[in-house]
């Protein structure tokens, strides 16, 4: 026996240490009746690569892997692709926008009504390198309002100039018309952060240019691309209400002088807030607090307006009106499956703008398509990136210059 024993320590020093990945917070307050983002930070995955995330009703033991996992039969939802923001961050850290849709917090609120006891869960699950043993790290989510003790997120961002066109055309040197965003939100907070303006010749902003400062991990924060700032600004959101409209900057202020196209950019700079910040020392990822105020699962579209020597609304006179064709209203969708979207032609048009959004007005798809082509099939895994019961379309048909031609309305598919 005793010559056993050295080859029974070798065998302890050489097994991997499983159940050391933490991650904070370890819970969370969540809206019970909409989505609600929470900026997770998880430590020690050295060996480990990130797989799927879910969120369920009940664990179980995860056996022979390590931690608790999803027991089967209670799964709510699983994050959508659209707005997986997760990265590596640090040394051995891993940063994840937890992006709650709120189908699966109605599923939670659901099982509390029927005398469950108020929460679910999100499950991470971490793939071993090395052929070891998988981990399941979960974080505790508390079904509650969407007011003060909730994180602090925008859950959606909509600008639009006065005339709601998707690019406004003026000339070289005339005022811009007015503009504003509405913020919807969960929790209570500070709104900080500036109006930028990207000019021709610029270098176009990346994906991760376009998301909120609280998205992004610690070491990436400062190093988004500036460009030309027009205003600050700084609003308080009470929790009494979800939704907040700020104000453009003040448009004699925005440039018109080169003719091109221009890009209005939203950037909402991270704040303090103690519902929803993460601990990097709790996780052994770093030193100190990150701040996760203002955090969204999604990055904002720029606004875009186009400087030339037409004058705008001149082409659009003498153009017919776009109308859709195909599918006919309220026409049933199935998820995986694709769709087929058909319109009629406009003379004039140099492009078309296909649009394809979820009931709260979350963007699944952005088509541009060339003159002559009246048709666009939607792929089947854009539909497995929502939750909705309810999504709709629209196409837009614009001139050379980027003049709104024509429009349709919006036009709804229903989930069977």
């Known amino acids: 026996m005793k010559r056993l024993y050295p080859l029974f320590f070798l065998f302890i020093i050489l097994e991997p240490v499983h159940g050391q990945i933490a991650v904070h917070p370890t819970g969370v307050n969540v809206n019970a009746s909409g989505s609600t983002v929470v900026f997770l930070t998880y430590g020690s995955i050295q060996g480990y690569r990130p797989v799927e995330a879910l969120w ?53 609120y659901q099982e509390a009504a029927r005398g469950g006891i108020g929460t679910f869960f999100y499950v991470r699950r971490f793939e071993s390198l090395t052929g070891g043993p998988d981990v399941f790290v979960n974080v505790t989510c ?37 503009f504003t965003a509405e913020i919807r939100y969960n929790g209570t907070g500070q709104l900080q952060g500036r109006w930028e ?105 720029p606004l875009r307006y186009f400087v030339g020597n037409i004058p705008a609304g001149m082409a659009a006179s003498t153009t017919g009106a776009i109308r859709p064709l195909f599918p006919e209203p309220d026409t049933g969708w199935y998820p995986g499956e694709s769709i087929d979207f058909s319109w009629t032609d406009v003379p004039g048009a140099a492009i078309y703008r296909f649009e394809l959004e979820d009931r709260y007005s979350t963007e699944l798809l952005t088509a541009w398509l060339e003159p002559g082509i009246f048709s666009y099939r939607a792929p089947g895994w854009v539909f497995n990136q929502t939750h909705s019961d309810q999504l709709k379309w629209r196409v837009t048909a614009l001139n050379e210059n980027g003049v709104l031609l024509s429009r349709t309305a919006w036009r709804m598919l229903l989930k069977e």
């Open 56 to 108: 369920c009703g009940e664990l179980e033991s995860a056996f022979p892997h390590e931690g608790t996992r999803c027991r089967p039969g209670t799964i709510y939802g699983s994050l959508p692709l659209a707005f997986d923001q997760s990265t590596e961050s640090g040394v051995g850290g891993f940063t994840d926008i937890m992006s709650i849709p709120s189908s699966v917090a109605r599923r939670a």
């Open 142 to 178: 508390r079904l509650a309002g969407g007011g003060a003790r909730v994180p602090f997120a925008l859950t959606g961002v909509q600008m639009a100039f006065a005339d709601d066109v998707p690019v406004l055309s003026i000339m070289r040197g005339d005022p811009l018309q007015p």
């Open 197 to 301: 303006v990207m000019r021709p010749g610029d270098e176009l902003p990346l994906i991760e240019d376009l998301l909120t400062e609280a998205t992004l991990p610690a070491e990436r924060r400062g190093l988004q691309r500036r460009y030309l700032e027009l205003e600050r600004f700084s609003y308080f959101l009470p929790p009494s209400s979800d939704s907040f409209i700020l104000p453009g900057p003040d448009v004699s202020d925005i440039p018109s002088d080169f003719e091109g196209m221009y890009m209005i950019l939203l950037r909402i700079e991270a704040t303090d807030d103690k519902e929803g910040d993460s601990s990097l020392d709790a996780v052994n990822a770093g030193f100190g607090t990150v701040n996760s105020g203002g955090v969204a699962g999604f990055p904002i579209p």
